[in-house]
T-cell receptor, first 109, second 116 residues
Framework: GIQVEQSPPDLILQEGANSTLRCNFSDSVNNLQWFHQNPWGQLINLFYIPSGTKQNGRLSATTVATERYSLLYISSSQTTDSGVYFCAVDGGATNKLIFGTGTLLAVQP | DAGVTQSPTHLIKTRGQQVTLRCSPKSGHDTVSWYQQALGQGPQFIFQYYEEEERQRGNFPDRFSGHQFPNYSSELNVNALLLGDSALYLC???????????????FGAGSRLTVL
C-alpha cells in the first residue's frame, strides 16, 4: 500500500514565524488532504489538494503529484496554530485515507 | 449546518466488554467511515458504509463491526474489548460517489475509549 511520510516530526516556533511542513507519498494519488488536529482531538480539514496550489489566509499548500510530495506553508504563526498536522492520501477512488505520522507543531508566545 | 457529530465523547470499559459508538454525518452526506487513532499515531481506517452496506474494510478483526441506518447515521461496535482497543475513534462523512464533494472527508470530534 501507499506509504506516507511527514517531516519534521516536531517543530517549535515563536509566534510570528513561518514554517513549511512536508508530506512524501510513495505512489500516485487522487486524493490528498491536509488536516489540523487540535488538542481536543478534532481533525479540521485544511486543504483538499491532490495537485496544484491553494491558499487560505495564512495557510497555503502545494502538491507536486509527479514528484509525489506536498508542502503546507504556515505564515505569521499564532499560538492557535499549535497541534498536530496530518497529511492523508488515497490512491484509489475509495476515500480510504492513509494518514502520515503527523507533525507536532508548538507555537510559543 | 451541523457537522459530523459523535457520541459519547468519552467512555471507560473493562476488558471483555462490548461498546457501541454512534455517528451522525454532516447534512447532505451519505457515506460514513470510521477510523481508530491510537495515542501518538495517525488515524487508521476501519471501514466505510454507503447505502447501508460495508463497502471498504481496513485491517481490523471481526470484533469490529458496524451498521448504517436509512438516515445515514452509523454505529461502530467492538466486542470482547482488549486493552489495545483504547483509542480515539473518529467518524468521517462525505458525499456519495456522485456528489460534488465526493473526495473531501469531514471528521467528527471523536469518541475517546479507555479500556481497563
Amino acid at each position: 500500500g501507499i506509504q506516507v511520510e511527514q517531516s519534521p516530526p516536531d517543530l517549535i516556533l515563536q509566534e510570528g514565524a513561518n514554517s513549511t511542513l512536508r508530506c512524501n507519498f510513495s505512489d500516485s494519488v487522487n486524493n490528498l488532504q491536509w488536516f489540523h488536529q487540535n488538542p481536543w482531538g478534532q481533525l479540521i480539514n485544511l486543504f483538499y489538494i491532490p495537485s496544484g496550489t491553494k491558499q487560505n489566509g495564512r495557510l497555503s499548500a502545494t502538491t507536486v503529484a509527479t514528484e509525489r510530495y506536498s508542502l503546507l506553508y504556515i505564515s505569521s504563526s499564532q499560538t492557535t496554530d499549535s497541534g498536530v498536522y496530518f497529511c492523508a492520501v488515497d490512491g484509489g477512488a475509495t476515500n480510504k485515507l492513509i494518514f502520515g505520522t503527523g507533525t507536532l507543531l508548538a507555537v510559543q508566545p | 449546518d451541523a457537522g459530523v457529530t459523535q457520541s459519547p465523547t468519552h467512555l471507560i470499559k473493562t476488558r471483555g466488554q462490548q461498546v457501541t459508538l454512534r455517528c451522525s454525518p454532516k447534512s447532505g452526506h451519505d457515506t460514513v467511515s470510521w477510523y481508530q487513532q491510537a495515542l501518538g499515531q495517525g488515524p487508521q481506517f476501519i471501514f466505510q458504509y454507503y447505502e447501508e452496506e460495508e463497502r471498504q474494510r481496513g485491517n481490523f478483526p471481526d470484533r469490529f463491526s458496524g451498521h448504517q441506518f436509512p438516515n445515514y447515521s452509523s454505529e461502530l461496535n467492538v466486542n470482547a474489548l482488549l486493552l489495545g482497543d483504547s483509542a480515539l475513534y473518529l467518524c468521517a462523512s462525505r458525499d456519495g460517489p456522485k456528489g460534488s464533494g465526493a473526495n473531501v472527508l469531514t471528521f467528527g470530534a471523536g469518541s475517546r475509549l479507555t479500556v481497563l
